[in-house]
C-alpha cells in the first residue's frame, strides 16, 4: 500500500498505438480489498489499460504504483510475482498442456515464492472445482468450447493466488446461471481479500459486484462512482448509447 | 533416492557401447555409429529449442561449423587435447547462442528462423575468408594412428560420440521434466500468456538458445578430427541443417525422446543407403519423409503411439 493506503495506483497514464491514442491521461486507483468495476463501450481502452497494469504493454505516459511500488517498467513477469494476475479477453490457452497443466504454470512460476510447492496440484484441484472442471483436469485444453475457454482464463489467473485479480470479460457466452457462479467465485475471493478489478459488458453482473465503478470513453475516464451514481450519469448514457 | 529406468538405461547404452568397442573389428560400424550420434546430438539439441521453445532454427549447420571451426582453429594454435577443443567450442557456440536468444525479443515465428538462416549464412562467408582455417580451401587434420585404451582412434571417436550423446539426451531430458520444461512448453504455447504468468519469457530463451548452441558446438567440435579434412562446403552441409530439423519432426517435438527416436531411425537409415545405393541420395531421402510425417503425422512417431494408446484405452472400454 502506498502512502494514501492505494493498492493499485494509476497516474496520468497515455497509452498510444503510433499515432492513435487509446489511452489518454487516465487516473485511477483501487483500495484494497476494493471490487472495482471499468466499464465503456467496445474500444474504449479497457483491455489496453489492463495491459498496461499487468505489463503485457508498457504505456508511454503516466506511472503505475503497486503497494507503494513503482511497477510502470517492470516486465509482466514481474508484475505477476508480486501478485497482479489477469485473464484475457480473447482467451489464451496453453494449447499443447492438459487443463491441470495450464494451472501449473502460474502455480510454478508467479506464486513459486509464496505457495507451499507440494500443495500446487491439490490447490490447482480446488481452484478448476470451483468452475465446474474437478473431472476434467487431465483434458487438454487445445479442444475447449469458448466458454469453458474463459472459464479456465478465470481458473488460470486464480492458481496465480493473486491480490489483486483482472478479470476481462470473463463472463462472455455464459448463461444467465454461469454468470452467478462465476459472481460466487469473485465475492468468496474477494472475502479472502482480493481485489479485484472486473472489465464486463454484463451490466447486472457489474452493478451487483462493483462497489465503485470507471467508465472509459474513446481512451478518456468519462465516470467514476458507485453503481447507483454511474446509472444515473447522462455521460456514461450518452457514451453507450452512441448519441 | 530411488534410480529411475532412465539412468539404468544411461548406463546401459554406455556398456554396450564399450562392448561393441570391444568385440566389432569392423571399423565402419564405428563410423556409422559416430554419424549417426552426431546427428542424434544435433537433433536433440534443435528441439531444445524448436520443439520444448517453439523457437524454429534454421542455422543449425552454422552452430556446428562453429564448432568445427573453432576446434580446428585452436588446434591450429596449440595442440589442445580433444576434450579440452570441445569444451571451447561449446562454449563458444553458447555464447553465440546466447546471441541468438536476443534476436527472439524482436523476432517471432517465421522471422526468426529466417534470422537464423541468414546468420549462418554470414558465418559461412566468415570461414569461407579466414585463411587461418584454410578459408575454402580447407584444412587437413593429422589423426593419432593409435590411442591409448582403445583400438583405433575411430573407435576412441565413436565412444566419445556416445558419450556426448548421454549427457546431452539427460540435459534435453532435465529441461523438458523439470519446472523450466512447463516454462518453456508454455511461452511456445503462448509468449504472452506466459509472461503473464509469471513465466521470465526472456530468460528462459536465453537459457534455450545458450543450450542449443552449446549441444551444437559440441557435437561439431570432433568432426574436423573425423573426417581429417574440412572445409566450409562440408561443414555448412545442408544434410546436417535439414536432419536437425527432420528428425525430432518424425520422431516427435514435444518428449525428451522424440528427437532420439527420429535421430536413430533416419540415421540408420541414412547409413543403410549410404551404403547400398549412394549417399547422394540422403537428402532426398530426408526430404520425402520429412514432408510423409508432416503431412500424415506432424507429431512424429511418438505423436502416433499417443494417439493409438488413446484409441486403444477409449475403445477398450
Ligand atoms: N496492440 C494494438 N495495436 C493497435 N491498436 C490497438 C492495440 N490494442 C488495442 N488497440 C486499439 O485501441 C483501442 C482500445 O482497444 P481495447 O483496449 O481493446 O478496447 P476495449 O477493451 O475497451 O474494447 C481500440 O481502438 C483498438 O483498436
Ligand atoms: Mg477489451
Known amino acids: ?243 | 533416492m530411488k534410480v529411475s529406468g532412465f539412468w539404468i538405461g544411461i548406463v546401459l547404452m554406455l556398456a554396450a557401447g564399450f562392448v561393441l568397442a570391444g568385440v566389432a573389428d569392423n571399423q565402419f560400424l564405428f563410423f556409422a555409429g559416430y554419424v549417426i550420434l552426431q546427428g542424434l546430438i544435433m537433433a536433440v539439441a534443435w528441439n531444445v529449442l524448436g520443439g520444448f521453445t517453439g523457437y524454429v532454427n534454421f542455422g543449425s549447420a552454422g552452430f556446428f561449423a562453429i564448432g568445427a571451426y573453432t576446434a580446428i582453429a585452436l588446434h591450429q594454435f596449440a595442440e589442445l587435447p580433444l576434450l579440452v577443443l570441445i569444451v571451447i567450442a561449446g562454449i563458444v557456440c553458447g555464447l553465440i547462442g546466447l546471441g541468438t536468444g536476443y534476436l527472439t525479443l524482436r523476432l517471432r515465428g517465421v522471422y526468426f528462423a529466417i534470422a537464423t538462416l541468414a546468420m549462418a549464412i554470414v558465418f559461412e562467408s566468415l570461414i569461407t575468408n579466414w585463411d587461418y582455417v584454410g578459408g575454402s580451401a580447407g584444412a587437413y587434420v593429422i589423426t593419432p594412428a593409435e590411442v591409448p585404451f582403445f583400438d583405433s582412434f575411430i573407435e576412441m571417436m565413436f565412444i566419445l560420440m556416445l558419450v556426448l550423446s548421454l549427457i546431452c539426451v539427460a540435459v534435453s531430458r532435465y529441461l523438458s521434466m523439470s519446472r523450466m520444461g512447463r516454462g518453456l512448453a508454455s511461452i511456445r504455447d503462448d509468449e504472452t500468456a506466459a509472461e503473464c504468468m509469471g513465466v521470465p519469457t526472456l530468460r528462459l530463451k536465453l537459457i534455450s538458445t545458450t543450450v542449443m548452441g552449446v549441444m551444437m558446438g559440441v557435437a561439431g567440435a570432433p568432426f574436423p578430427f573425423f573426417v581429417t579434412y574440412i572445409n566450409p562446403l562440408s561443414a555448412f552441409d545442408l544434410l546436417i541443417a535439414v536432419n536437425a530439423i527432420a528428425m525430432p519432426m518424425i520422431g516427435g517435438t514435444a518428449v525428451w525422446f522424440g528427437p532420439v527416436i527420429g535421430a536413430l531411425l533416419l540415421g540408420t537409415i541414412q547409413q543403410i543407403v549410404t551404403v547400398t545405393i549412394s549417399s547422394e541420395l540422403n537428402i532426398l531421402i530426408v526430404g520425402a519423409v520429412l514432408i510423409a510425417f508432416v503431412a500424415l503425422a506432424p507429431r512424429g512417431i511418438v505423436g502416433l503411439f499417443q494417439d493409438f494408446a488413446r484409441k486403444r484405452r477409449e475403445g477398450g472400454k
Open chain 1, 1 to 243: 500500500m502506498d502512502a494514501n493506503g492505494r493498492l493499485l495506483d494509476v497516474q496520468g497514464l497515455t497509452k498510444r498505438f503510433g499515432g492513435f491514442v487509446a489511452l489518454n491521461n487516465v487516473s485511477m486507483h483501487l483500495d484494497p480489498r476494493e471490487r472495482l468495476g471499468l466499464i465503456g463501450p467496445n474500444g474504449s481502452g479497457k483491455t489496453t489499460m489492463i495491459n498496461c497494469i499487468s505489463g503485457a504493454l508498457f504505456n508511454e505516459e503516466g506511472s503505475v504504483v503497486f503497494r507503494g511500488e513503482e511497477i510502470t517498467g517492470l516486465p509482466a513477469f514481474k508484475r505477476a510475482e508480486l501478485g497482479i494476475s489477469r485473464s484475457f479477453q480473447i482467451p489464451r490457452p496453453f494449447r499443447t498442456m492438459s487443463i491441470l497443466e495450464n494451472m501449473l504454470v502460474p502455480m510454478e512460476y508467479a506464486a513459486w515464492g509464496r505457495v507451499d510447492h507440494a500443495t500446487h496440484e491439490d490447490r490447482a484441484m480446488e481452484i478448476l472445482a470451483l468452475v465446474g472442471f474437478q473431472d476434467r483436469a487431465r483434458e487438454n485444453s487445445g479442444n475447449l468450447t469458448q466458454v469453458d475457454l474463459r472459464k479456465l482464463e478465470l481458473a488460470r489467473a486464480l492458481a496465480a493466488q493473486p491480490d489483486v485479480l483482472v478479470s476481462d470479460e470473463s463472463m462472455a457466452g455464459l448463461s444467465s446461471s454461469e454468470v452467478d457462479e462465476v459472481l460466487e467465485i469473485l465475492f468468496k475471493l474477494n472475502e479472502r481479500g482480493v481485489a479485484v478489478i472486473m472489465i464486463e459488458h454484463i451490466m447486472r453482473a457489474v452493478m451487483r459486484y462493483c462497489e465503485r465503478i470507471y467508465v472509459l470513453d474513446a481512451g478518456q475516464l468519462i465516470a467514476e462512482g458507485t453503481p447507483e451514481e454511474i446509472q444515473g450519469n447522462p455521460d456514461v448514457e450518452r457514451a453507450y448509447l452512441g448519441e
